[in-house]
């Protein structure tokens, strides 16, 4: 993995330090793990027949033909280019220079279709769906994401998400349930987000307890609580207190009607078109109003933003609290938001995932939603495969979210560099 | 603005930092605030720029009673304040930094960078700075850093200004320039509060002088008193300026490094192609500002610096391939530049602190056991030798003040037998008597015939110890030179200018 500046640097100053290349062999031995892969179904699992890309859906308006491979060929070209990147990072990194990003993307690209060609052999696979459903799946961890990075950036680590997700996903449930208005949900949940990360801040801001420790402890209350709730009280009145009615899906005129794109991200409903609000808030509002700048400076140098003048300790509550109430936004999706009753633990981890893609996405927005749609997509093929028969079992696609969030993780530690001052109290004499 | 602090008293628990202290600095005046490090000069001024909430007295700007809530008070009042460690956000902009907190918006909350830009330029061309607006403060030498810490002060419209200990990491060239600064800020009417403990700056630039030790006001001074007089002022006692040493007995060659190279996480070389050569019975003082690469070079001669190429051989045994466990077997003594960070367990005792690089074996661990007997009898014998001012050998040495816990630290690097020591800032926050002895221990270490390497940034340590001086600057060496070169030599060599011929050594 390669990393990128936060800050385009200008000109280099004068006295730089002379540099060097730290080369990394991480690249090219994964590519060569993922070639092998891919040779190893090419040789022992071989599919015959051709392999259909569906690129519209029945309802569009504008109708795009199929696109029709041969799958053994086209897995074996796959392979063949698969060889040619490694081959070609290994020379970058033997002449010592660095792997740059776009070869991982390429890399990723080509093995992603050579996959899909193969599981998909004989079938047609529904592209439309596929990606719907991976910007559906994303939706809890954008949220859950953009929580994460307001979280740190302002100096404090949220590992809560977990439980504002759940506390918004149970909330949004009942209050919609009860009042009929999903409206009064959406409202209900960021509420009870924001009551999560009141906790949250009030343990460790005020009285200096680690952050890791109290949002762990909240993530098991909240799942407690909502437990309970759910089986004494929610399961003997589901008619009254568990039927949610959801948010339609409100197709945008125009850009509903653009081929792939459309379909994907202007046909959903009101959560989804609130994130892309959000995403795009958060990141004006972190780079260019005072409100960012002086959450950033908190973040990073505490006692700076003090001798300036700004409340470090006020900033971060409500900045913390504000982050719960986007988490506990995002929960919507798990109950109005599908259209689905609450059940317990119905978040499964949504929020660690989040968490995941914080980190992944170098703590800016973007990046984060960007790291956010990957896990989603990763999620959603297993569905998508096990629609069309794929031969690949279905719980090794289970696991494959979270073996794309550990090698993600994984191959960034040490590299990036989070908010300087995450994780620790401002505590003043 | 006049400023005036009547009765300033603030406890830390039991510790009284500041102890009913009156201070008139008049408009106009730059007005010198000498003592020792802990002496309460920094705390005085925290309390001044409301960081601190005094516990009994008062401030007045003007003979006006002011009351600061926080530091956005004080800067309302018009008082600005330099930092020792700068307060400046690493990732951000020039511009950032210094309109946070009073940042210019457009409609919908949106910074105003040209605003602030303009404002950065203004100030910077009023006093000659040369400073880009646009520039990440992360990439500006720490001189330069300092200047937009000036510029930050100064676009708060602050009319008395705090300089809290400004020279430490400033070559003697930048701090000449901090001077005449000083003296232009002061022609403007600026009133200036200048805290420090280096008595040459004081009687440079000082109109009146007032001497704090142990958070009590001990005398004021005029900025014509000796050096002599001024430090017996600050200590309380007469003190030795410097340290007596004999020629040197020089040895054969021990230390020898070939074309050293420390690379950081990202690619820098922070030490970059450096050769040099240490004879047995020899100090070579490593000079330089902080921050060029004397930390990473006494790191990898102690093994602790992952990346390193080149060739490090002492008494001909090579030791980049090895560990730290087989240098400190080698006779390597370390003491390093932050000794709370790397150099003591600060929960720990003082005979547990004095035996944490002897766990491995006898005599201090038989079977898997700590010899208590043993090491109590070794560990009084050692708070003995060194002076250590304890009321045991079990206190935690995290109680201790700064020069006993160096004490602590150079007990125990000392009590081995050596074949290389190596000094990293051996008397950063040590008050002055004891710095008398660590130099002495160093010295007679010296004269034991081991070749010793010290590194500091202070130059009156420099030329205190050194049998010869090398300079680095960005990594590289600038020159090595006798111990005796002057100030003004070694401090152009610290800017990175390379001597004039024939002034090697």
Redesign the interface.
């Known amino acids: 993995m390669s990393t990128t500046a936060?800050?385009h640097?200008?000109a280099?100053?004068p006295?730089?330090?002379?540099?060097?290349?730290?080369t990394s062999w991480k690249a090219p031995i994964a590519f060569a793990v993922f070639t092998l892969l891919a040779l190893a179904l090419a040789v022992f699992a071989p599919r015959e027949g051709v392999t259909k890309f569906r690129l519209s859906s029945p309802t569009d308006a504008v109708q795009l033909p199929e696109i029709t491979v041969p799958t053994m060929p086209a897995l074996w070209t796959v392979v063949v280019l698969l060889a040619l990147v490694t081959a070609y990072s290994a020379w970058l990194v033997a002449s010592k220079k660095r792997v740059p990003l776009w070869t991982i993307v390429v890399f990723a690209i080509l093995f992603m279709f050579g996959f899909l060609t193969w599981a998909a052999a004989g079938a047609s696979l529904p592209m439309i769906g596929l990606l719907f459903g991976s910007l559906s799946l994303a939706v809890p961890l954008i949220f859950g994401s953009l929580a994460g990075v307001l979280g740190e950036r302002v100096g404090v680590i949220n590992i809560a998400i977990e439980g504002q997700l759940l506390a918004g996903a149970f909330t949004a449930a009942v209050v919609a349930s009860i009042t009929g208005q999903p409206w009064f949900g959406l409202l209900a949940a960021m509420v009870a987000g924001m009551l999560v990360a009141f906790v949250l801040a009030a343990f460790a801001i005020k009285y200096f307890v680690d952050q890791v420790i109290v949002g762990v402890v909240l993530n098991v209350l909240v799942t407690g609580l909502t437990s309970f709730f759910f089986s004494q009280v929610l399961a003997p009145n589901a008619a009254l207190l568990n039927t949610p009615p959801r948010f339609d899906r409100w197709p945008i005129p125009v850009l509903g009607d653009i081929p792939i794109i459309g379909p994907v991200f202007f046909r959903q409903t009101v959560v989804v078109y609130l994130m892309y609000i959000a995403v795009a808030a958060v990141y004006?509002g972190l780079f260019?109003?005072?409100?960012g700048?002086?959450l950033?400076?908190v973040g990073?140098?505490p006692?700076?933003?003090?001798?300036?003048?700004?409340?470090v300790n006020r900033t971060r509550f409500w900045n913390v609290a504000l982050a719960g109430a986007i988490a506990g936004l995002g929960g919507t999706f798990f109950t109005i938001g599908s259209g689905i009753a609450f059940n317990k633990e119905m978040t499964a981890g949504a929020g660690f995932i989040a968490l995941a893609a914080v980190i992944f996405g170098q703590w800016d927005p973007i990046k984060a939603t960007l790291a956010a749609l990957l896990f989603g997509f990763a999620s959603n093929l297993q569905n998508t495969l096990s629609v069309i028969g794929s031969p690949v079992p279905s719980e090794f696609m289970l696991m494959l979210p979270y073996v794309v969030t550990i090698f993600a993780v994984a191959g960034l530690v040490?590299k990036v560099r989070g908010p300087?001052a995450a994780g620790k109290p401002y505590i003043?004499? | 603005m006049k400023l005036e602090l009547r009765g300033i008293t603030k406890r830390f628990g039991s510790l009284v930092a500041n102890d009913h202290i009156d201070l008139t600095v008049e408009a106009g005046e730059i007005h010198c605030l000498l003592g020792e490090n802990g002496a309460g000069k920094s705390t005085l001024m925290n309390v001044l720029y409301g960081l601190y909430q005094a516990d009994d007295g008062e401030v007045l700007l003007d003979d006006e009673v002011m009351h600061f809530a926080g530091p956005g008070d004080a800067m309302a009042a018009g008082i600005g304040m330099v930092h020792q460690h700068f307060m400046l956000i690493p990732v951000f902009t020039v511009a950032e930094n210094v309109m946070l907190g009073h940042e210019a918006t457009k409609a919908g909350g949106i910074l105003d960078l040209a605003t602030a830009r303009a404002r950065v330029r203004e100030i910077s061309d009023r006093f000659g700075f040369d400073v880009d607006p646009d520039a990440l403060v992360d990439d500006l030498p720490v001189g330069v850093q300092q200047r937009v810490e000036i510029i930050k002060a100064l676009s708060h419209d602050a009319r008395v200004l705090v300089f809290d200990e400004p020279t430490a990491v400033l070559t003697p060239q930048e701090t000449d320039e901090l001077m005449q600064i000083m003296r232009q800020l002061k022609e403007s009417g600026t009133s200036i509060v200048f805290i420090t403990h280096k008595l040459r700056e004081v009687r440079e630039v000082a109109d009146r002088i007032t001497v704090i030790r142990l958070g009590k006001v001990v005398g004021e001074a005029s900025p014509t008193a000796s050096n002599v007089e001024l430090a017996a002022l600050m200590v309380g006692r007469a003190v030795e300026l410097t340290v007596h040493k004999e020629e040197p007995k020089i040895g054969e060659a021990a230390l020898v490094v070939e074309g050293l190279s420390v690379i950081d996480h990202i690619g820098q070389l922070v030490v970059n192609d450096v050769s040099f050569t240490v004879r047995k019975g020899e100090i070579l003082a490593v000079a330089g500002v902080q921050g060029n690469g004397q930390t990473e070079l006494t790191e990898a001669l102690v093994g602790l610096q992952p990346r390193v190429q080149g060739s490090i051989k002492l008494d001909g045994v090579e030791l980049t391939t090895s560990n730290v466990r087989k240098i400190l077997d080698a006779g390597v003594g370390f003491i390093p530049e932050d000794r709370n960070e790397d150099g003591l367990v600060g929960e720990f005792s003082i005979a547990e602190n004095l035996m944490l690089d002897r766990s491995n074996g006898a005599p201090f661990v038989k079977a898997g056991n700590v010899q208590r007997g043993f090491l109590a009898e070794f560990a009084r014998d050692r708070v003995k030798e060194f002076d250590v001012r304890t009321q045991g050998i079990d206190e935690k040495v995290g109680r201790l003040s700064g020069g006993n816990q160096q004490k602590v630290v150079l007990a125990r690097e000392l009590s081995r037998d050596l074949s290389l020591f190596v000094a990293a800032q051996p008397t950063r926050g040590v008050d002055v008597g004891s710095i008398e002895f660590i130099h002495k221990r160093i010295v007679a270490t010296r004269d034991a015939g081991v070749p010793v390497v010290v590194v500091s940034t202070e130059l009156d340590e420099v030329a205190a110890l050194a049998d010869r001086i090398m300079v680095m600057y960005r990594g590289r060496i600038v020159g090595i030179v006798p111990g005796d070169t002057p100030r003004d030599v070694l401090g152009l060599m610290m800017a990175g200018e390379a001597p004039a011929e024939g002034a090697a050594a």
């Open positions: 936060e800050h640097r200008t280099p100053q006295d730089a330090l002379d540099t060097t290349v730290v004006i260019h109003t005072k409100w700048l002086r950033r400076a990073e140098h006692q700076a933003a003090d001798t300036v003048g700004i409340n040490g300087a003043k004499s």
